[in-house]
């Protein structure tokens, strides 16, 4: 039961305890890995849990995206229907990370050798942390750094603008105080937190279930014609959308992007229509707004 989980105190415990408490909602349709091969692979024992995996930051290209002689499926496959979360995010390996940014895209990893060819699903959210810099300290209020700006911009170009530009949500989190600890708890906990996702999840499944479409059950699911439809924009949030992604120059897949995020915070609110603030909110997470935002 929920009760006999300890509630966490790190950010990456709230996602496993989030995991945990969605646990029964998504067994029914399993976490199995199906496979399309022309060989013969032994696949590691699977249970029925929603899975949370954290690889070392000095994990290869074939643990994360899988391989090898006998080809067996990496961390982005085996977190299908789950999280993959990558601490330390510059501390992987270019090659490594750029792998993935095919499987973020297309839901699957195909592995092709000279006599098979195997592929894996990888539903994934993917959820990453990193320090600004390599001392950590890049913007800390009254620090000066002994490489200066260098530093952070060397630290975080080693993450590619490509697999940036697939995440949706970019957030800049301020160091905590010794002060900031003396506070008292946030008056919403993870429990909260789960009620609402829920809701905004039931939501989403009923409003693609009357479209006709059973098969999609989230909003980043959604593509095409089934995405225009629901992300109707009132006027004031067309004219922001619109000045808004010329100004940032997003890409196409980040105008999209954008979009479903916007549709699920109007969700979280109940909100039939996406408004001006859900739109200033979703574009307030790309990374082309907070690299305006932190100074250089």
């Keep these: 039961s929920a009760g006999s989980y300890e509630v966490p105190s790190s950010l990456m415990e709230h996602f496993k305890y989030l ?29 029925r849990n929603r899975p949370f995996r954290a690889p070392h930051h000095s994990a290869s ?6 391989g090898g002689v006998k080809p067996r499926p990496g961390e982005v496959s085996l977190a299908h ?6 601490d330390e995010l510059p501390e ?23 006599n ?15 320090n600004p810099c390599k001392c950590g300290r890049a913007y800390d209020e009254g620090y000066v750094c002994a490489k200066g700006k260098h530093c952070a911009e060397h630290y975080q170009s080693r993450i590619s603008g490509p697999l940036l530009d697939r995440i949706d949500i970019q957030i800049e989190v301020p160091a905590v105080s010794a002060s900031d600890l003396m506070l008292p708890q946030a008056k919403e906990g993870s429990s909260d937190v789960r009620e609402r996702v829920q809701n905004a999840r039931l939501l989403q499944e009923k409003r693609f279930t009357a479209m006709g ?16 439809e629901i992300t109707s924009l009132d006027k004031a949030a067309k004219m922001l959308f619109f000045d808004a992604a010329n100004t940032l120059q997003l890409t196409a897949r980040g105008y999209y992007r954008s979009l479903r ?24 997470y790309r990374r082309e707004s907070l690299r305006e935002r932190i100074p250089g």
């Design 19 to 47: 995991i945990f408490l969605f646990g029964s909602h998504v067994t029914q349709r399993g976490n199995n890995i199906p496979q399309k091969s022309t060989a013969q692979v032994t696949l590691p024992k699977l249970d």
């Design 61 to 66: 290209m074939p643990s994360l995206v899988g």
């Design 81 to 86: 229907k789950g999280v993959l979360f990558l």
């Design 92 to 114: 992987f390996s270019a090659q490594a990370l750029d792998a993935l940014r095919q499987p973020l895209e297309c839901r699957e990893v195909s592995i092709a050798r000279a």
């Design 116 to 130: 098979h060819r195997i592929t894996w699903p990888c539903h994934i959210q993917l959820i990453a942390a990193m």
């Design 213 to 228: 479409l059973p098969h999609i059950r989230t909003n980043s699911e959604c593509n095409g014609k089934a995405l225009e």
């Design 261 to 284: 995020v916007a549709r699920t915070l109007a969700d979280l609110d109940q909100q039939a229509y996406i408004s001006k603030i859900h739109i200033a909110e979703a574009l307030s």
